[in-house]
């Protein structure tokens, strides 16, 4: 084992928010290393070059290692749980920058409601609202505790969309529901689609308020906080699972890594794939314990450690790090790492047809499109309706690329197996369509529940013979209710925008992990008031390890329906100040608060 | 349902241990010699270059048979192209020539699962793991198998389905209408006769895997050797590798601009680095930066 001098934060990973973290705390004269499993990636010359559907999105170039490390699912443990074998449900990124440099830039705050999700609901509904078996919690951060460190994110990378709520004031244009914004975005919102437009349209004639997509993709030419200009967004078509080749898309590799390395404080070993978090004989964390680029065991000793991988691995790597002193592994002493994992409710409920017309979909991003918030959160009255939850509703992104656009154009001819089928005349005829269909989809919430968690798999293992993490989940009756009432008012706004065909998903489908969803995987490792209800403190901090941390969004005790990154980002920049209040690296044993 | 998820059911192959077909008794194309490095597979898509040679990894039978699948799922003549104009086939087997032929990143580690009807689980045997049939599609792909040993074993059973079918006659020899039939039988999997011809593969499994690779190969970006002039690009209307489009393009109904490949992108490097530096637009190698 190669031993390394001590520093002060080792992390597990290089992505989003081990960048952020890296930037502070070098800028506050610590020393920081990250230990990363994918490779070295930058802007310039990787991205400059990858115009290329095959391989990025098909091929997946710039994910996760699924043939090193994988996952298992099970819809229920009464069903024996197989190993994702190949790309389907969840992309999880490698490399430095991790998914935050394939993202799709699409950057959500959370409602209000959405952190004081429980005691909202029983206020306005009843505590026989919940569903059976629910298992969500209040976060243990308010909106309010949040809102510096989301403008703060904003503004530090630059973040373009129309401002809804300005200190209590609604305004024209933007998203009325969300929570009071202490400043406006410090960008226009991205350029419209005539898909995103023709919903708005069609939306706002039945009376719901669609507006344009927020995103951490530059509307403009920018200066972020390293002091570099950064270029707006070409509407290039190649965004999610790629990077962005002209530095428009936000990401930790765009400022927060460049300025921490600039300090000669920060140092990223690539081709690192953490083992476990080593522990003394106290049960207090000592470093990480990896596999080295040169195929040898490491120890990178640290006085605290923080765990920024992606949501499934930061779970992962907790349970794998067993100890005599933590026997069910860190932050695990009162069985409470896996619980109330989450994942959202996304896809299509409608797809029209329109003949004849052209969207130039394969311009533009996913960020361009519209979204309307009138039935997401607890934005409408749910008395009756035998449900808590929502969605929000999205249309006319951009991005859409042939390989994968053509299976999607719905048949105009209906369900006879001839227009049907994805061979033959009817099919080359139907590709020609690719670009004529537009949908419109739900991101719907996910509670959480007792049976739906994360634990080790029992027969299946990664490269080195380590266990894989295994996920239980399936949709309940509650989120099968909150769809299909869903879908049926995006099927009345698609009918007013009047298509030549139409094809509705009016049923939400059992979960599967075959087709791709979204990367919005969530809890695991969540937050909470006390140790009887979480794993970590309202600053990540985990209770049974004070010197570790978790980021991401396997904080989450629950799952909104909203792209994560923002609040991601936003729970790193509050847990940093966090640490700065508390002065904690004056005492990184003890737990602030 | 995406005709992706549709590979599920091929959670019902287990280990090549227990498929008959990789013995020798099953026709010429199982007889074709395993090659290259046991298979890990590589991320990205890397393909050999074009020499204008002979196949590569199918033999000229297999290479014959599969573009008539080729011309019956993407039809097309020298004046409206599909799949044969665009040299489907010649991607198909630049594809399989390289690792396997892996067409994505695979985790590869046993046991596998196998699929049982009915309530009761078969007994406990080594290396599988028995699941209701009813749920193997929602655990997406799950076959041990490369897409080479794949294609040996399917196109083998394929061209037997034929042969019983028809008296004998190769494939290449039907009508279109013959040849939609057979078609239709092994994208269904329903009949009788397919199932046991084709067993343990599941015959949905080889076609959906033919028909992803066409698809591929027609709108691919042509340095893969398909799509060939872009003539895929070209039916559906898609540009290719751009570098920039303008919000006025995006809302522009008629807009129309010819194709290109990655290969005709230009290179941001040299005088076009400078130009997009002094927009502020690219960002070096970080000096400090890891470098692998």
Known sequence: MIEHPEVDVVTVGAGWTAGIAAQQLTAQGLDVVSLEKGRAQWTWPDFAHNHDELRFSERGEMLHEIERESWTWRPNATLPSLPMRQYGSFHPGSNLGGAGAHWSGVTWRFLPTDFDYVSHHTDRYGANAFPEGHSNQDWPVSYMDLEPHYTQFEIDTGISGQTGNLNGEILEGGNPFEGPRSRPYPLPPLAPTRGGLKFAEAAGQLGYSAFRNPSGILSEGYTDMSGEPRAGCVYCGFCTRYGCHVDAKSSALTAHIPMALDTGRYEIRTRCYVKHIAVDNTGLATGLVYLGADGREHFQPARTVLVCGYTLSNTRVLLLSVSDAHPNGIGNDRQQVGRNYTYQVLGPMTVGLFEGERFNTYMGNTSTGHAAYDLAGDAFDHAGLGFIGGGQLMSGGGERLPIGGVQGVPAPGGDSPEEARAWGQAFKDRMRDWDSYLDIAIQGESPAYEFNRLDLDPNYTDFLGRPLLRITFDFTENERRMYAYIAQRAIEIMDVMNPTARQDTPELWDYNIADYQSTHNQGGTIFGTDPSNSVTNRYGQVWDTPNVFCMGASLFPQNPGANPTQTVAALAYWALAGMREHRYFDAPTELIG | ?292
């Open chain 2, 1 to 292: 349902m995406s005709r992706r998820s549709f590979l599920a059911v091929t959670g019902t192959l287990a280990t090549a241990a227990v498929v008959p077909g990789c013995t020798t008794d099953r026709g010429a194309v199982d007889q074709v010699p395993r090659e290259g490095p046991s298979a890990v597979p590589q991320p990205g898509v890397q393909v050999p270059e074009a020499t204008g040679a002979a196949t590569r990894f199918l033999n000229p039978d297999q290479y014959a048979i599969l573009e008539a699948i080729a011309a019956r799922i993407i039809p097309g003549d020298e004046d409206d192209p599909g799949a044969v104009q665009a040299g489907c086939v010649d991607y198909i087997d630049r594809l399989l020539a390289t690792h396997e032929g892996y067409p994505e990143r695979t985790y590869t580690m046993g046991p596998f699962a196998r699929g049982y009807e009915g309530d009761e689980e078969p007994p406990a045997e080594d290396g599988i793991i028995w699941v209701p049939a009813d749920e193997l599609e929602r655990y997406g792909w799950q076959a041990g198998q490369t897409p080479r040993d794949l294609y040996r074993m399917g196109l083998a059973r394929f061209q037997e389905l034929v042969a019983a079918r028809h008296a004998g006659a190769s494939f290449v020899d039907l009508s279109e209408d013959e040849q939609d039939a057979i078609l239709e039988a092994i994208e269904d999997n329903e009949d009788d006769d397919v199932d046991e011809i084709f067993d343990p593969l599941p015959a949905d499994t080889f076609f959906d895997l033919v028909h992803g690779h066409v698809v591929e190969g027609f709108l691919a970006d042509p340095m893969y050797g398909g799509n060939q002039d872009m003539v895929g690009w070209r039916l559906v209307g898609f540009p290719g590798a751009q570098r920039a489009y303008s919000p006025e393009e995006m809302l522009d109904p008629n807009f129309n601009r010819p194709p290109q490949s990655l290969a005709m992108l230009p290179m941001l490097h040299g005088a076009h680095r400078d130009d997009t530096q002094a927009l502020g637009s690219v960002r070096r190698r970080h000096p400090n930066g890891p470098i692998d």
